[in-house]
T-cell receptor, first 117, second 110 residues
């Protein structure tokens, strides 16, 4: 079974530009979560999509947005890039089940490393 | 208060020793607990999960869960230099939002 894929793997942008990142989950997984990871900050939760709906949202400004398509693929968009947006952006997919212990597990893609100059 | 707390380390152990990594969480309703390993510049990879009190063993790894004390730990037996990485603890209370600790950096010294 293919794992989680993310494209592109690397991006270099300048301040003020916007960027779109893509994530294809494991086949059969309906939940996609996005995280930002910077040195010393750990994994910061951006949002989670399930069945094309945003189900959970972290504390990021509105410049960060996402969507999910009917095939569960997800995109994340960052508008008006700032230097502080330079980070590794990770997506994780899971079945999306919300009840019962041990019923759901997140698997990560390789990440997209975004550099803002 | 953070949902999940880990000692950031760094933790250094000699090759062949047992490495012990600890994690505490705040939500008593949490049901599932995960350990991920992340090598520098790579994405996190799942090591194991646990959701029942007690120990769960998988090869050289043992996860321990104590819900009354709200902590979960990971023991790595016979540590190898290839185990040198950052270990992330994650908790899934409800609603499929996973909460991650900031990670513990482990170095295994040959």
């Amino acid at each position: 079974k293919a794992g989680v894929t993310q494209t592109p793997r690397y991006l270099i942008k300048t301040r003020g530009q916007q960027v779109t990142l893509s994530c294809s989950p494991i086949s059969g997984h309906r939940s996609v979560s996005w995280y930002q990871q910077t040195p010393g900050q750990g994994l910061q939760f951006l949002f989670e999509y399930f069945s094309e709906t945003q189900r959970n949202k972290g504390n990021f400004p509105g410049r960060f947005s996402g969507r999910q398509f009917s095939n569960s693929r997800s995109e994340m968009n960052v508008s008006t890039l700032e230097l502080g947006d330079s980070a590794l952006y990770l997506c994780a997919s899971s079945l999306g089940l919300t009840s019962g212990a041990g019923t759901d597990t997140q698997y990560f893609g390789p990440g997209t490393r975004l550099t803002v100059l | 208060q953070k949902e999940v707390e880990q000692n950031s380390g760094p933790l250094s152990v000699p090759e062949g020793a047992i490495a012990s990594l600890n994690c505490t969480y705040s939500d008593r309703g949490s049901q599932s607990f995960f350990w991920y390993r992340q090598y520098s510049g790579k994405s996190p990879e799942l090591i194991m999960f646990i959701y029942s009190n007690g120990d769960k063993e998988d090869g050289r790894f043992t996860a321990q869960l104590n819900k009354a004390s709200q902590y979960v730990s990971l023991l790595i037996r016979d540590s190898q230099p290839s185990d040198s990485a950052t270990y992330l603890c994650a908790v899934n209370p409800t609603g499929n939002q996973f909460y991650f600790g900031t990670g513990t950096s482990l170095t295994v010294i040959p």
